[in-house]
């Protein structure tokens, strides 16, 4: 286990030096800098000015010493100061990721709860009523985008029900009931695609564990119906749930650049958009290579689970 | 709801309903109670703050709150004073001295003196892209500690105009010293300082207590939100979880004006959104194709869409800009659409089959996403087709100063003086030169406008600049929009400013019933 | 039992025949979108402005007096185009990376598995979103996003097969008796891994539409005046309370292809992959 984490951790740090070439590279191509930005549109600007500026931003210097500057500094653990702001980057990322994280962790809890109850429901009564409302559910919550969801929900309960979720930000520490109240609605719209999900593979593994024969000699032994589909069947049905649930995990974590954008929450999605639109390079490349950590870190963690769980799985050996 | 009307407005309107209703409200007859917190929300974050470096308007909005300018205007757009007490001009009008108020106190307790004065623009002419407000002015020198003398290359009847413009705010030499530079920390004489600032989410600002104008502010503290959608902003306005608003789209009107526990307030900007045309670019080149492009637009149509119809339109001098107004029937005869002229025009111009010329929209101003389209149909109709472009800000304004588009929608917070207003935008070789154009008439005026004091003879000479405007076609003036704030009905003292700056929160209060 | 399972496929098949006939409905309005629309997608009407849906607009006109039906309809050809070329290119591009690295192995694979665990660094849609807002807005800028999201992919769905078949008798069988390498990778073992290839490319596509939509959402894919899906929502967003319409009717659209695509997908699996339930 330990030689494969270094196996692992070696390759992940290869992959994080290319993604800071490819980001830096990236964002030199977009056309306009953040001299522009500053400049403005209504302003006699002299070439010295400019030059200046470029200057100030070491945006004069050839591209390779921008690049190894910057990587110097992210191996002495220095993210960089944003341009834009004059704060350093790490410090706006942690303002920034609790709201992400949060989000990310109640849709997923969400998907969960909703995603595996509703396809043990639907394996046992299967076609059944029951079974078809969550199989359409299903592949109307895969269909749904999650914005335009997003929308219709503000629709319904703003103007419908006359309820409006505070608009004005609150973190959890500060006031839970409030955040959560704000969170409500943007993790229902982030999960829903996920529970479906869940509810399908669910669905799925259930039948075949509920087919095989173990399971059959254990209602044969006279244990109740439920017991059985809970205490054997369910625990059996565990590692493709555990494996949909944790990829999806990965997946809400970027869509909640999209939340984050229709209800216009403080997280980290926008914060990259909004480093990207200002041309703040030390902050789009930092925050991205941080997003980036944090997934592979929730890889990662899925990939031991698994391990853990199937005892047939053994790494590095 | 409630309305406070601007006086203008009331000029204008004439409604005796409208009037009563102004009136009855006028007289609040309570004397103002101070303390507790001021929440108002926008949609925009400011990029930076500091006064000098940072052009976005979303910095010269916030700006009042922490600074002052030695010279101010009023609601009517008259220059009064604020930091300096009183002015002279010599008899050469070339030096403007200036005499300071006594007893100004920065945030820091220190006093304002001319020595910081004569920082402030010598900073300003040195590293802020605002010096090209202060053009003409050579040099700025302290006369004594309460008086500063500007000295001019030539006379320069634009210098109240700039010292009370976006550029004007004076700063302190200890604050830079301090901070390097003021985008994330502020030191200023103004009603608040910055107490602490989350970028995109709040910027919160406490009342400073040795401000110069005694009494003010009425409030602790003031909150300035961030809250990047409108439509939630209606919604919190509505629900009362924010004091006070200022809505940039103005169709939001409608939604907020018949709710009771809400005031609205609704008066003419200073600034207007035009069309701009470059006339060094294939036709546009023939001042016939530009006039037909003048006439085929309707900017009422332009104006409905894009600002809901709340607005005006308007002559080269916005109706806040009073006293260089032309009559209204001086200009209003250029406006009223004529799709057979312009087809006239353009055949006389030997484009009688049309042509294709790009126009240019930024995606974040809301105002020329939605004109752009209208202007294109209208361009449609006497045969030119204008392909939409959108432009991210960064690269237009990359392209924009680099002169490079064919027709591009464009915005400005305006200009309290005709010479800032067109000199830049239209001299052909001394200004910025928008249009890549020249029209010697035009440079000559605008050079006598400038070197001209006398008021009378300056409006004679602003008067036949805005019709030549009127005849060659630069930009065809859209429509400028009105200004609309909501406050709860709980809100007292608010004022809103044809520039739009948040002048208006030092003599906020709050009535808690 | 046996009619019970008789009556479970023919169900199913009548759900993947619904989802190709509202596929096919879509990709017609694309095709044919000038004589089905009733009016030009960027028509103004100033004496219709944020009418609601009726006699006059089946679905509603916006702030510009546009007919919101003739604007879905176009929007479906950005949908579409979009989708397509995309998963094209991610097809073709991450397929041939795949094959290279799972048939050649060593050195290729190596090297092409560095690059593509790049790509997969990041959260897909977060990706998508900033190769998009780098790349600068538009409808090309979508296309190269959704065409880098996808590319990894195909080439990990391919890889996977191919070196299992690699390994197999009859390839060596064939190298044995000197067919060239890409011989046997073209002819021999890539026409025995597509099928799971070319269900997961059904999957892509739907997903596709769904980031295109995004991306025109956040404002980073088609560029208005030109209606697609996501730019309308967009647009709509600020008359949620006056003129609701304009936000329903592409959202709709959206559901509905994806939905179509999703359903051909899960039939296409049933089909061709006979082992998954």
């Known amino acids: ?317 | 709801m409630t309305m406070h009307l601007s006086r203008r407005e009331l000029l204008t309107a004439g409604g005796a309903a409208l009037a009563a209703l102004s009136v009855g409200r006028a007289a609040h007859g309570q004397a103002p109670k101070s303390g507790s917190t001021f929440v108002s929300a926008q949609t925009t974050e400011a990029t930076g703050l500091d006064p000098q470096l940072v052009p976005a308007f979303s910095r010269s909005r916030r700006s009042p709150m922490m600074y002052n300018q030695l010279v101010r205007f009023d609601a009517e757009m008259n220059p009064v004073p604020e930091l300096a007490e009183s002015w002279q001009v010599s008899p050469d009008g070339l030096t403007w001295t200036f005499k300071l108020r006594e007893g100004v106190r920065f945030h820091d307790g220190q006093e304002l003196s001319s020595a910081d004065v004569k920082f402030t623009f010598d900073r300003l002419f040195e590293r802020s892209p605002g010096k090209s407000d202060f053009i003409a002015v050579d040099r700025v020198e302290p006369a004594g500690r309460y008086a500063v003398k500007f000295v001019t290359k030539e006379p320069f009847a634009g210098l109240l105009a700039a010292l009370g413009g976006f550029w004007g705010f004076v700063i302190s030499e200890a604050g830079i010293k301090k901070h390097g530079d003021l985008n994330k920390a502020a030191l200023g004489t103004g009603p608040f300082r910055l107490e602490d600032w989350k970028v995109e989410q709040q910027m919160v600002l406490k009342r400073h207590p040795q401000y110069f104008k005694k009494g003010l502010p009425h409030v602790d503290e003031v909150i300035l939100r961030i809250i990047p959608d409108e439509a939630n902003i209606v919604a919190a306005l509505r629900t009362g979880q924010i004091h006070h608003a200022f809505l940039e789209d103005n169709k939001n009107f409608n939604l907020l004006k018949d709710e009771k526990t809400l005031t609205g307030y609704r008066s003419s900007r200073l600034g207007y959104d035009f069309l701009n045309i470059n006339a060094s670019r294939g036709p546009l080149k023939d001042v016939r194709v530009r006039q037909a492009i003048s006439w085929a637009v309707d900017r009422s149509q332009v104006l409905r869409v894009a600002a809901a119809g709340f607005g005006r339109l308007t002559a080269p001098a916005t109706a806040p800009m009073r006293q260089w107004q032309l009559t209204e029937e001086q200009w209003m005869r250029y406006y009223k659409p004529d799709p057979d002229r312009a087809r006239k025009l353009l055949a006389d111009a030997g484009h009688a089959g049309g042509f294709t010329v790009k126009l240019g929209v930024i995606p974040t101003f809301p105002t020329m996403v939605l004109g752009a389209p209208v202007v294109a149909a209208q361009l449609k109709r006497i045969g030119i087709t204008a392909e939409i472009e959108n432009v991210e800000y960064a690269v237009w304004i990359k392209r924009w100063l680099a002169r490079d588009f064919d027709l591009t929608m464009n915005t400005t917070p305006g200009y309290a003086d005709p010479d800032t207003a067109f000199f830049r935008a239209l001299h052909s070789t001394k200004g910025q030169n928008w249009n890549s154009w020249s029209v010697p008439e035009l440079d000559g005026l605008l050079e006598e406008g400038r070197r001209t004091l006398d008021p009378k003879k300056r409006k004679e000479i602003y008067d036949r600049v805005q019709i030549l405007i009127l005849e060659n076609v630069p930009h065809l003036w859209l429509f400028s929009a009105d200004t609309i704030d909501f406050t709860q009905a709980t809100v007292k003292g608010f004022k809103q400013h044809p520039m739009t700056l948040l002048y208006g929160f030092e003599g906020v209060w709050l009535d808690r019933a | 039992m046996q009619w019970e399972r008789q009556l479970r496929r023919g169900t199913r098949s009548t759900v993947v025949v619904l989802g190709g006939l509202v596929a096919l409905l879509i990709v017609g309005a694309a095709l044919f979108a000038g004589s089905l629309a009733p009016s030009a997608p960027d028509e103004q009407n100033f004496d219709l402005i944020e009418s609601a849906p009726g006699a006059r607009a089946l679905f509603g006109t916006d702030r510009f007096g546009r007919d919101v039906l003739s604007r879905v309809i176009y929007g479906s050809r950005i949908s579409l185009y979009v989708a397509t070329v995309s998963i094209g290119v991610a097809m073709g591009v991450g397929g041939a990376l795949g094959l290279v690295a799972g048939y050649l192995g060593g050195a290729w694979d190596n090297v092409i598995n560095r690059v593509m665990d790049v790509f997969f660094s990041v959260p897909g849609l977060l990706l998508a979103v900033g190769i998009a807002a780098m790349r600068g807005p538009g409808v090309n800028s979508a296309v190269v996003a959704i065409s880098i999201v996808y590319t990894p992919l195909f080439a990990r769905v391919m890889r996977g097969p191919v070196l299992a078949e690699r390994e197999k008798d009859y390839v060596q069988a064939v190298r044995a008796l000197g067919a060239t390498r890409l011989a046997v990778a073209l002819k021999h073992v890539l026409p025995n891994v597509i099928s799971p290839f070319v269900i997961q490319g059904t999957v892509a596509f739907s997903q596709a539409i769904l980031i295109e939509a995004s991306l025109s959402y956040l404002g980073l894919s088609a560029q208005p005046p030109t209606p697609s899906w996501g730019n309308m929502l967009n647009e709509g967003r600020t008359y949620l309370e006056t003129a609701p319409w304009i936000s329903v009717f592409p959202g709709i659209a959206i559901m509905l292809s994806v939905l179509a695509f999703n359903l051909i997908g899960d039939g296409l699996r049933d089909i061709l992959d006979p082992n998954v339930q």
């Open chain 1, 1 to 317: 286990m330990g030689r494969y984490l270094v196996v692992r951790a070696y390759s992940m740090a290869l992959t994080l030096l290319g993604l800071t070439v490819l980001v830096f590279l990236m964002l030199r191509l977009i056309p306009g800098t953040v001299v522009e930005q500053m400049i403005g549109a209504d302003a006699v600007v002299s070439p010295e000015m400019v030059a200046q500026l470029r200057h100030f931003f070491g945006l004069d210097q050839p591209w390779w010493l921008q690049y190894s500057r910057w990587l110097g500094g992210l191996a002495q653990g220095d993210l960089g100061t944003s341009w834009r702001t004059g704060k350093p980057v790490v410090r706006l990322i942690l303002e920034r990721l609790p709201v992400t994280i949060e989000l990310t962790l109640l849709a997923v809890g969400f998907a969960l709860v909703l995603g595996i109850a509703a396809g043990i429901v639907s394996a046992v009564r299967r076609d059944r009523a029951v079974d078809n409302v969550v199989r359409v559910g299903a592949l109307l919550g895969l269909s749904v985008p999650v914005f335009w969801q997003g929308t219709m929900l503000i629709l319904f309960f703003s103007i419908y029900l006359r309820w409006m979720p505070p608009v004005v930000w609150v973190d959890f520490f500060t006031d839970p009931r409030r955040n959560l109240t704000i969170m409500l609605l943007p993790a229902l719209c982030l999960g829903t695609a996920s529970a479906a999900n869940i509810a399908r593979t669910t669905r799925a593994s259930m039948l075949d564990v509920l087919r095989s024969e173990y399971i059959r000699t254990a209602a044969a032994k006279g244990l109740a119906g439920w017991a059985v589909v809970m205490k054997h069947a369910l625990k059996n049905a565990l590692i493709p749930i555990v494996t949909v649930a944790g990829l999806q995990m990965g997946i809400l974590l970027g869509g909640t650049v999209v939340v984050e954008e229709v209800f216009t929450l403080p997280g980290v999605g926008r914060l990259v958009l909004w480093s990207i639109y200002q041309r703040d390079y030390p902050l789009t490349q930092s925050t991205i290579l941080f997003v980036a950590i944090l997934f592979m870190a929730i890889n990662l963690a899925v990939d031991m689970l698994y391990g853990y769980l199937d005892p047939r799985i053994r790494y590095g050996e």
